[in-house]
């Protein structure tokens, strides 16, 4: 049950794209097509913008995007606006029922 | 809509126990998964336990597991965390979630309870 390793910060200027990395096993991220990503701006709950690895749910820009390779899922945002600046998690499916989230991914719009 | 509202939290010293529930509305609860995420004050999110929809399956991540007991009403809509022998590092915002079968995650969060170990 050790947490997925996202790296703790990533930034970009207005228009550029960045991708933050989620590194898992082959018991979560390798083993499922059950990742998800999920956006939290400070004193909020978490918004879901990604699930099963590449899907977006209704009214999520399509310039959120998922993909995985191996024990690697990415989620990549393309055109950054000033309101994507915000903290970002990963999270896996990891057998049982059980979940396993990322450290957290802090994202700086310059 | 759907609606989370976690109580039960505060300060508590350390080895107490404390029991927080989860009052859901807006969807019925005796059909989804649901579970408890914690984070501590500045720190990432971290999965803590699942219950099924019926409650016949428990899971818990080992930092909680034989201390902290997930359970569940349907009956009054409700989700409960018991937590015994707390420790400092449980200290965190703890929050109910419903677990969508359709998106294979987490798909609503409550805004949390606070619990706060310390002497």
Wanted: proline content about 3%.
């Amino acid at each position: 049950q050790s947490a997925l390793t996202q790296p703790r910060s990533v930034s970009g200027s207005p228009g550029q794209s960045v991708t933050i990395s989620c590194t898992g096993t082959s018991s979560d991220v390798g083993g499922y097509n059950y990742v998800s990503w999920y956006q939290q701006h400070p004193g909020k709950a978490p918004k879901f913008m990604i699930y099963d690895v590449t899907k977006r749910p209704s009214g999520v820009p399509d310039r959120f995007s998922g993909s995985k390779s191996g024990n690697t899922a990415s989620l990549t945002i393309s055109g950054l606006q000033a309101e994507d600046e915000a903290d970002y998690y990963c999270c896996s499916y990891a057998g049982r029922f059980t979940l396993v989230f990322g450290g957290g991914t802090k994202l700086t719009v310059l | 809509q759907v609606q989370l509202v976690e109580s039960g939290g505060g300060v508590v010293q350390p080895g107490r126990s404390l029991r927080l529930s989860c009052a859901a509305s807006g969807f019925t609860l005796s059909t989804y998964g649901m579970h408890w995420v914690r984070q501590a004050p500045g720190k990432g999110l971290e999965w803590v336990a699942v219950i099924s929809y019926d409650g016949g399956n428990k899971y818990y991540a080992d930092s909680v597991k034989g201390r902290f007991t997930i359970s569940r009403d349907n009956s009054k809509n409700t989700l409960f965390l018991q937590m015994n022998s707390l420790r400092a590092e449980d200290t965190a915002v703890y929050s109910c979630a419903k677990y969508s079968g359709d998106y294979h995650c987490i798909e609503y969060w409550g805004q949390g309870t606070l619990v706060t170990v310390s002497s």
